[in-house]
């Protein structure tokens, strides 16, 4: 058993206590210290100190000092008042039990919102990072945007002036065509004056052959002045059309829309009514809706060591059913594997309220559940606690020779003659 420590010092004001507590040699590393509103515990083995206070206290702004082989405490009061004492007086075991349950329970709350808290502030970092990115992203896409954009002005600026070089060249191969149709039409008007001086019917032929010639030419040459005007046929192209599929594979022509539509809506209505509390059912098979299916399906991950699956599987089937404390027994188990530890210790107390009455049918059970909520109150170096659950066990299976070499660890821990592991 640890040695009680008894001469300390503290003094008062009407705000704060200063408590001085000698260590007695120990070492600073060796010191474990527990405070509460109501409760403070100071366990440096072989000695412990406890003090059930006189009233309450802010544990958050307390403060505790360790050197020169003394730790100082400034306790800060909830209340400006001066103490009759340190420690409540009149305090029997239960109390004093009842006080330390409470304030590990306290404990636990503050340590849960810690780390709420915590969560809380990582998801508003990843929500701020994700819209700073995001909001990255945008202006990256706002300039390959605005790049694409110059690139299409300055091509279509291109376009217009190739367009306006080609129309430019062919009104230059007009006027040059134009050109030699009339240098043409003038010789052969200087050729009609020619032969209009010789004799008459020699000159009429000559000049109706030649008005022929001419307008043969003029008809050639107008013929080929159309064929260079013509454009060029366009270039071969194809349109993608795709449909949408329809729910039901057969044709338009030969289905009935409402009444496919209804058919739909009463299957959704149906899928409503059967799985109302937990809509995740809706795409479960009918086993994987069995709460005993489940819990050997988590069994099964467990042994693989695949705790996070195993820890879904038993929250789907406390979901479906939360009376059967092995789901709590069993989910408690792969919190230890995760160093979920106040997760762990909440698991295995529901399965102990669920494990009522004590009987020799639960008594396996019971003893699993005192000896995992006792591991993780070790794990969390609260050896007084740990050691309770382990003895509690020990009253149901005096003969586990696992579960007594444990026991005595620890109780060797608590009396400082063995190391922590």
């Known amino acids: 058993m640890p040695l009680q420590v008894s001469d300390y010092s503290w003094q008062q004001t009407e705000t704060a206590v200063f408590l001085s507590l000698p260590l007695r040699g120990v070492c600073v590393r060796d010191v474990d210290v ?16 406890e003090a059930f206070l006189y009233a309450p206290i802010d544990d958050e702004s307390s403060k505790a000092k360790v050197g020169n082989d003394a730790i100082v405490f400034t306790l800060y009061k ?8 340190l ?5 029997d ?17 503050k340590a849960k919102e810690a780390t709420e808290a915590k969560m809380a502030a990582k998801r508003e970092d990843q929500k701020y990072a994700l ?4 909001k990255i992203e945008e202006e990256e896409r706002k300039k390959i945007e605005t790049l694409k954009e110059n690139e299409r002005i300055k091509a279509t600026e291109e376009l217009e002036a190739w367009k306006e070089h080609q129309k430019k060249a062919e009104e230059q191969k007009y006027i040059q065509k134009e050109g030699k149709l009339h240098q043409q039409e003038k010789q052969i008007k200087e050729k009609k004056k020619k032969l209009k001086n010789k004799k008459s019917l020699t000159g009429n032929l000559a000049s109706r052959n030649l008005t022929t010639n001419g307008r043969n030419l003029e008809n050639i040459f107008s013929e080929k002045l159309k064929e260079d005007s013509v454009p060029a046929p366009r270039s071969v192209g194809s349109i993608k059309i795709s449909f949408t599929p329809r729910v039901f594979p057969t044709a338009l022509r ?23 509390d937990i809509p995740e059912l809706c795409d479960l098979k009918e086993e994987e809706k ?45 919190h230890l594997k995760l160093k979920n530890l106040h997760k762990a210790i909440e698991d295995s107390s529901k399965a102990l309220e669920l494990l009522t009455p004590s009987v020799a049918d639960n008594a396996n059970a019971r003893m699993k559940a005192h000896v995992r909520r006792g591991t993780a109150f070790c794990q969390l170096e609260l050896y007084v606690e740990g050691l309770l659950d382990y003895e509690a066990a020990l009253k149901i299976d005096p003969s586990n020779k696992t579960v007594l070499n444990d026991a005595e660890k620890i109780r060797n821990i608590i009396q400082g003659t063995e190391r922590k592991s």
Not at 78 to 85: I, L, S
Not at 311 to 328: D, F, G, Q
Request: charged share 25%; aromatic share 12%.
């Open 78 to 85: 909830k209340e400006a008042a001066m103490w009759e004492n």
């Open 93 to 109: 075991k239960e109390m004093m039990q009842r006080i330390r349950e409470k304030s590990i329970l306290q404990a636990q709350e």
């Open 34 to 49: 527990f405070c509460t509103e109501n409760y403070l515990k100071v366990n440096f083995p072989p000695f412990l100190f």
């Open 131 to 134: 819209s700073v990115m995001m």
């Open 254 to 276: 030969e289905s009935q829309v409402a009444e496919e539509e209804e058919w739909l809506h009463k299957q959704a209505e149906a899928y409503r009514a059967m799985n109302m």
């Open 290 to 334: 069995n709460p005993e299916w489940l819990k050997d399906k988590g069994n099964k991950l467990f042994a693989t060591e695949n705790y996070l699956a195993a820890i879904n599987a038993y929250n789907l089937a406390i979901r479906l059913n939360n009376k059967i404390p092995l789901l709590y027994l069993n989910r408690a188990a792969c």
């Open 87 to 91: 420690s409540v007086s009149g305090v």
